[in-house]
């Protein structure tokens, strides 16, 4: 019998470099993708700095590198478009593979997902 693949929804609502949740849920992803299940990641509230481009930190681990590795992995990863506004962000700052996107896409995300994982 064939195992079951599951489908996980990551919600990243922690700054990059404020706490290790969103270094651990995207360690939690790429495990799961190379396990063969579909990962989705919403990035919101001050998550959505975890999918800004250009981040070189100088005392922490590079969580842009995690993010690099699930999106290569198949990861679909979409940023909340209002959260964004609100804190400064536009399109251009999101990393390769990261679309912006509405509570709508958040819903999808979620109606798809055998679990959903808040942090």
Same mark, same amino acid.
């Given at each position: ?6 489908? #996980? ?6 700054? !990059? ?7 651990? +849920?995207?360690? #939690?992803?790429?495990? !799961? ?13 001050d ?8 981040? &070189? ?10 993010m ?7 990861? &679909?990863?979409? !940023?909340?478009?209002?959260? +964004?506004?609100?804190?400064? +962000?536009?399109?251009?700052?999101l ?13 999808? +995300?979620?109606?798809? !997902?055998?679990?959903?994982? #808040?942090?």
């Open positions: 019998m064939t195992e079951k693949r599951k489908v #996980f929804t990551i919600v990243i609502g922690d700054g !990059a470099y404020t706490k290790e949740r969103p270094y651990t +849920m995207l360690r #939690f992803a790429y495990t !799961a993708l190379l396990e063969e299940h579909k990962v989705n990641i919403f990035l919101v509230e998550g959505i700095f975890v999918g800004k481009k250009n981040q &070189n930190p100088s005392t922490y681990d590079n969580i842009a590198n995690w690099k590795d699930v999106i290569s992995e198949g990861a &679909n990863v979409k !940023a909340c478009g209002v959260c +964004m506004k609100a804190r400064g +962000m536009v399109e251009d700052e990393m390769d593979g990261i679309e912006k996107t509405t509570m709508h896409g958040f819903v999808e +995300m979620c109606e798809e !997902a055998d679990n959903v994982l #808040f942090t």
